[in-house]
Structure formats: structure tokens, C-alpha cells
């Protein structure tokens, strides 16, 4: 329990926190070789969405490979977020990132600068308060300065205001060895660093409380026929337990189902 204290003070105090040997390296080496296979099978189909010559991203990988399901729950991130959210959190987006130059004539060149950005929400103008919700960055491969590591402004995820997209701030590298996971508020202004010619995986993951829009709906996107057979956890994190009813569902009317967050014993 100490060291998930230590992750809390860290990511409270300076945005960010490193847990190391989340994965090993033949496993990361299995899922960059996943996510190759799946990036040559979706140029292949001309499914060009996010994805640019310098930076390409896998939406959702689990859709087309069960293998990536395991990369959705972890018990050391579990135990530090149901600290500082709740028990309930869930995944509001999910892919797998690549910071590589890749020359393919259906691959876009738009958007290909890293931005300065927060993952985080606005009202008013202003910046939901940090602690919002989370970002893993689970890496693949080792991140370093040599190959486009994340770029962050330190303390920024105590700053309310957005940050300029091409802003010149004072910033650091986070640098890690592959099977880490950076975890960091969603707040802290960051960046991929530039593209090389060298892969540089991760699995991105945003975490928020239950009662946040996801950017997709699970459910739907994987049906329920195949929702079921997940585990609990899974399930949880994909929203299986906070989704609004809908005015009916096997012949329950919406009146005789109020909430919108609910246990598994009474869903469905």
C-alpha cells in the first residue's frame, strides 16, 4: 500500500507518476507486433482514420484483436484510481499510439506536428479542476529522447487556462524503459515529442468517473452478446454498468429503472 500512496502523492504533486514493470518485454514485444499486423491490415483496407505519417493510432484495438483486452484493467492502476476517483471509474477512450514516420499514400499528412493539449474538460473557458480524470501511457517500446517520448510543462495541471497549440514552453522528456506505465493527470499540459524512424509504441488509456461521456459507445460497439462473456472488470470499464437504460429493455419500462449506475446483480 505504500507504494500506491507514493503514486498518489505524486501524480497530486507533480501531475505525473511512473509504475515500472507493468508488462515484460516479450509481451511487449508480442504487442508491437499486434499492433504492426494491425495497422498493415487497416491500410491494407484503406481505413485511414487518425492515422498520419507521422503518427498513427489503433481506435480500440479489442475490436479486431481479443488479445488487446488484456490491456484495459490493471490491479496496481485499479487501486490508485479507485483512491482518487471512486470504485466506479471507467475508460472514456482507448488505442494504441505510434510516434513513427511512415510513408503511405493513404496516410494524412494533416496534423502531423505534435500540439501542446490537456485530456482534460473546459466550462467557461477554464480548465476542469485537476484530478478530473487520468491517462495511462502504457509503452511498448522504451521511450526515450531519440524517438518522440511525451513532452509535459511541469506543474501544468495545476493551471486552469489551455494551453497554446505551438507554444514555446519550458518543458521536460518523460523517459522510460518499455512495460512502464506513465500515469498522469489529464490536466498537464503535454505532447508527443517529434517522429523518427523508429517505432515507439503505447496503449493510451483515459480514465474517468462513471458518469463521464465516453468518446465511444461500447456497448454498442461490441454488442451486448459479446459484452457479456467479458469479465467484471472489463465490463465495468466499458461502461456495462453506468449506461442510461433505454425506454425499454427486455420488457422493463424505464420507470422501473431510475439509475443510471448499477450492480451487477441488478443489470439486465
Known amino acids: ?34 499492433s504492426n499486423l494491425l495497422l ?8 485511414t482514420i487518425v492515422l498520419y505519417n507521422n503518427f498513427q493510432k489503433l481506435i480500440c484495438p479489442f475490436r479486431s ?30 488505442g494504441v499510439l505510434n510516434r513513427r514516420i511512415l510513408k503511405n499514400k493513404f496516410l494524412n499528412t494533416l496534423h502531423d506536428k505534435p500540439k501542446w493539449h490537456t485530456d482534460s474538460r473546459y466550462l467557461g473557458g477554464k480548465k476542469i479542476d485537476k484530478g478530473f480524470s487520468y491517462v495511462a ?21 495545476l493551471i486552469r487556462k489551455k494551453p497554446k497549440r ?38 493510451s488509456i483515459i480514465y474517468g468517473p462513471w458518469w463521464m461521456k465516453p468518446y465511444w459507445r461500447f456497448p454498442d460497439m461490441l454488442g451486448m452478446k459479446r459484452m457479456k462473456k467479458l469479465n467484471y472488470n472489463i465490463k465495468k470499464l466499458l461502461h456495462y454498468y ?3 437504460p433505454m425506454k425499454e429493455r427486455n420488457g ?13 446483480k441488478s443489470r439486465y
Not at 40 to 47: A, R, T, V
Not at 172 to 197: Q, Y
Not at 252 to 264: D, G, H, Q
Open 1 to 34: 500500500m505504500s507504494n500506491i500512496n507514493r503514486h498518489v502523492a505524486e501524480l497530486k504533486k507533480n501531475g505525473f507518476t511512473i509504475i515500472k514493470n507493468v508488462l515484460s518485454k516479450k509481451e511487449c514485444d508480442l504487442f508491437v507486433n499486434r
Open 137 to 157: 501511457l502504457l509503452t511498448l517500446n522504451d521511450f526515450t529522447k531519440e524517438n518522440g517520448a511525451t513532452l509535459y510543462v511541469p506543474k501544468s495541471h
Open 65 to 94: 484483436d481479443k488479445n488487446f483486452f488484456r490491456l484495459l484493467y490493471f490491479k496496481t492502476v485499479d487501486k490508485i484510481l479507485t483512491k482518487l476517483l471512486d470504485e466506479n471509474y471507467v475508460i472514456i477512450d482507448q
Open 40 to 47: 498493415n491490415k487497416l491500410l491494407k483496407k484503406k481505413k
Open 242 to 244: 453506468s449506461t442510461p
Open 252 to 264: 422493463k419500462n424505464a420507470s422501473e429503472s431510475i439509475s443510471t449506475l448499477t450492480t451487477p
Open 166 to 203: 505551438y507554444g514555446n514552453y519550458k518543458h521536460k522528456v518523460i523517459t522510460c524503459k518499455k512495460g512502464s506505465m506513465i500515469l498522469f493527470d489529464s490536466g498537464l499540459w503535454h505532447k508527443g515529442g517529434e517522429a523518427t524512424n523508429e517505432d515507439r509504441w503505447s496503449v
